[in-house]
Nanobody
Framework: QVQLVESGGGLVQAGGSLRLSCAAS????????MGWYRQAPGKQRELVAT???????NYVDSVKGRFTISRDNAKNTMYLQMNSLKPEDAAVYYC???????????????WGQGTQVTVSS
């Protein structure tokens, strides 16, 4: 059981920056992968960035060089530093955690409530 709470969203002008935080609680030691998704109105939820338990990171091409995903294991918190924001980055950003459950032989997803990021031109 994992609980996730996002924070840090807001309104910024294009070119500005925001840092999102995701605080994890519960069975955090069992998390294999964490990441950030985003979903704009009327659009499919999109994977933005991931960070593994070993610290490996991946990014969707559209945010490479602008966003940085990181984690603080001592605080059980994951971050997404977003720089050079563009209007197309506007979305609700969701924290995601995945852990493998041997009992069902698959990864299980946990989601935060989402935090709104608005980017004005």
């Amino acid at each position: 059981q994992v609980q996730l709470v996002e924070s840090g969203g807001g309104l910024v002008q294009a070119g500005g920056s925001l840092r999102l935080s995701c605080a994890a609680s519960g069975t955090t030691f069992s998390i294999n992968l964490m990441g950030w998704y985003r979903q704009a109105p009327g659009k499919q939820r999109e994977l933005v960035a991931t960070i593994s338990s070993g610290g490996s990171t991946n990014y969707v091409d559209s945010v490479k060089g602008r966003f940085t995903i990181s984690r603080d294991n001592a605080k059980n918190t994951m971050y997404l530093q977003m720089n050079s924001l563009k209007p197309e980055d506007a979305a609700v950003y969701y924290c995601n955690a995945k852990r493998y459950l041997y009992s069902i032989s698959r990864m299980v997803d946990y989601w935060g409530q989402g935090t709104q990021v608005t980017v004005s031109s």
